[in-house]
């Protein structure tokens, strides 16, 4: 005779929090965000996973003169602000694209897929007309840097470079507009 003696344990619970865990470590505190460690891996995730021919695009987001808003009307009010830009830029994306937080008020976009060029353009053009919109009473602006795989590069570093290049542009043109590289 043989006999079996184990205990049933039920972990969906133990599963469910490390998940949690592992959900509230990827992202940024203030916006939700994915952080810039996360947002990164999510992007090269999908370089990987991306035809030869894929179109998709990175760009870089900065928040112009954000400072004078925190110097003027202090921390709090500035994380109030930088939530309505994360919502501005939100209702822009698709389930597919990646945003992140790269640090203070700069954030990565990534567009999974656009339809062209004109959709790339056009979506960026609607964060930055949405933060105008929104912040208004304050003059908020932001300007956009973007390069676009296959084209301007193959790996996230190169990208981020050559859109950081078209943000550094954009800023030095003026401000409150977006270049690609």
Do not use: W
Not at 1 to 27: C, N, T, Y
Not at 56 to 80: C, R, T, W
């Amino acid at each position: 005779p043989f006999k079996a003696v184990g205990v049933i344990v039920d972990i969906d619970s133990q599963k469910a929090e490390k998940a949690s865990l592992e959900d509230r470590a990827a992202r940024d505190v203030l916006t939700g965000l994915y952080n810039k460690v996360s947002a990164q891996g999510r992007i090269e995730a999908h370089f990987s996973a991306c035809a030869p021919d894929d179109l998709s695009a990175l760009m870089i987001l900065d928040v112009d003169d954000f400072k004078q808003i925190n110097d003027q009307y202090g921390h709090k009010y500035g994380d109030e602000v930088l939530c309505n830009v994360v919502q501005s830029i939100c209702r822009n994306m698709q389930e597919s694209d990646v945003v992140g937080r790269f640090g203070g008020d700069e954030f990565v976009i990534y567009l999974r897929m656009p339809e062209g060029i004109a959709d790339i353009t056009g979506r960026a053009e609607n964060i930055c007309r949405g933060i105008r919109q929104e912040q208004g009473c304050h003059g908020l602006t932001a300007s956009i840097g973007i390069a676009r795989y296959p084209e301007d590069g193959r790996q996230f570093t190169e990208l981020i470079e050559k859109a950081d290049s078209a943000l550094y542009q954009s800023k030095k043109e003026g401000k409150d507009r977006i270049r690609f590289i």
